[in-house]
């Protein structure tokens, strides 16, 4: 049986960087690829990543599909 899974992932954008909170830990990226990379990771493990934002900060929804089961 196939089932999905969504992680909440936050992250603050600024010119400079890219700051990504996952579970209470912190881990900043380089401004530029940074939401294209996370997309791309996504799909890799057959995910889709649903953004949402208020102003700088952007919560994003990742689900994947659990390809074990």
Same mark, same amino acid.
């Given at each position: 049986?196939?089932?999905?899974?969504?992680?909440?992932? !936050?992250?603050?954008?600024?010119?400079?960087?890219?700051?990504?909170?996952?579970?209470?830990?912190?881990?900043?990226?380089?401004?530029?690829?940074?939401?294209?990379?996370? !997309?791309?990771?996504?799909?890799?493990?057959?995910?889709?990543?649903?953004?949402?934002? !208020?102003?700088?900060?952007?919560?994003?929804?990742?689900?994947? @599909?659990?390809? @074990?089961?």
């Amino acid at each position: 049986m196939k089932h999905s899974v969504a992680t909440k992932i !936050q992250f603050e954008i600024s010119p400079m960087s890219i700051t990504i909170t996952n579970n209470g830990v912190s881990k900043h990226m380089g401004a530029f690829g940074g939401i294209e990379s996370l !997309q791309e990771r996504a799909s890799k493990i057959h995910g889709q990543i649903r953004l949402s934002h !208020q102003g700088s900060v952007f919560t994003a929804a990742l689900f994947w @599909k659990d390809t @074990k089961a």
